[in-house]
Structures are given as C-alpha cells and as structure tokens.
C-alpha cells in the first residue's frame, strides 16, 4: 500500500499564496504520474494538474500561470505552489499517485485532502 498525506492548506485572503505538498510513504513502492484534485462544495472533483515521473506538469486552463506543480522523487514527495489565489480556488485539495508495490500491478492512490480557503 501507498499512503498519501496532504498538507499546506489553510486560510488565505485574494492574491494570496499557498504551497501543498504531498507525502507518499509505505514499504516498497514505485510512484508515476502524481495529481492535484480539487472539489469545492456542490461540485464534482476536478483535476487541477499533473506532473509525470519525469517532471513533466500539465495544467488545467483557469490555473494556467498562477500553480506550480513539482515534485522531489528522492523524498517521494509533490507540491503545488498557488500563488494569485482567488476565492474560485477554494476547496479540498487531493492528491493523487499511481503506484506499485508490487512492480507489476499499478493502482491509484489518494490522499485524504487539505482545505483550502480563499478570502474576498
């Protein structure tokens, strides 16, 4: 198993900045392509990046320019820098990881989310 524990979240006002991060842990394990999600109440969870192994991140449009997503493979750890917050950025933020235990099977892990509040 792969465990996932967020942190960094909490209470900013508008134009704030925050930074996630994302601990994996576990015995032996292999992670790939790590995600931020978010979901805000009343609707669904939405992907908000991804980084790959490699490094390479991937945004979705409305926050292009204002997150950065990174990830250090020697501490098995992501983050999300948030900068320009606004209130729309509220919400639980999750991570995500593919990873494996066993070096064949890969499955989906998730942490259990940070809250994030932004101020107007």
């Known amino acids: 198993q792969v465990q996932l524990v967020e942190s960094g979240g909490g209470l900013v006002q508008t134009g704030g900045s925050l930074r996630l991060s994302c601990a994996a842990s576990?015995?032996?394990?292999?992670?790939?392509?790590m995600s931020w999600y978010r979901q805000a109440p009343g609707k669904q969870r939405e992907l908000v990046a991804t980084?790959?192994?490699?490094?390479?991140?991937n945004y979705t449009d409305s926050v292009k320019g204002r997150f950065a997503i990174s990830r250090d493979n020697a501490k098995n750890t992501m983050y999300l820098q948030m900068n320009s917050l606004k209130p729309e950025d509220t919400a639980v933020y999750y991570c995500?990881?593919?990873?494996?235990?066993?070096?064949?099977?890969?499955?989906?892990?998730w942490g259990r989310g940070t809250q994030v509040t932004v101020s107007s």
């Open positions: 980084i790959t192994n490699g490094g390479t991140p």
């Open positions: 576990g015995r032996t394990f292999r992670l790939g392509t």
């Open positions: 995500k990881a593919r990873g494996t235990v066993s070096g064949t099977v890969w499955n989906d892990y």
